[in-house]
């Protein structure tokens, strides 16, 4: 049996996690197994128990990752974590207020490609009113997903 697709979430104030959460359920819908995780309880390098992870990751402050997800970055950041095998895709959250619209999607995005992960489709970047946006990404997702199997 193959791993379950993993749902990887940093978050500040839950918007992250609750569309990790929706995406397992919708996945789960079409018969893949999932996990949800949040990179705060998350070790980076659990991520090569896995074939495809998606990320959805909040920006926090000026551009930095959620607070309880810095360690996750960090870990993330080290070059000998190798993530070859690991196919990925990112929804990054964020609000155009700022100037580092979607920094902390941006950097995980980054760090994943870095380690050698490859991407299923290009990172999403979302503004405040991201509801369609995460549609239309999962909707891809789920395309990606079914012409790699």
Request: proline share 4%; hydrophobic share 50%; charged share 25%.
């Amino acid at each position: 049996m193959s791993a379950p697709v993993l749902l990887l979430y940093a978050t500040v104030s839950g918007n992250a996690e609750a569309l990790a959460h929706a995406a397992a359920a919708a996945l789960g819908a079409r018969g893949r197994r999932c996990a949800v995780e949040n990179a705060a309880d998350f070790p980076a390098g659990r991520l090569r128990e896995f074939d495809v992870a998606l990320v959805i990751a909040s920006t926090w402050g000026e551009g930095e990752l959620p607070p309880e997800a810095a360690e996750f970055g960090a870990a993330l950041a080290a070059p000998a974590l190798r993530l070859d095998a690991l196919r990925f895709a990112v929804l990054a959250l964020g609000s155009r207020s700022y100037r580092d619209f979607c920094a902390g999607g941006r950097r995980i995005d980054e760090l994943l490609a870095a380690r050698g992960a490859r991407r299923l489709l290009p990172r999403r970047e979302c503004d405040t009113k991201f509801k369609t946006d995460f549609k239309e990404w999962l909707g891809q997702v789920e395309v990606a997903l079914a012409s790699s199997a």
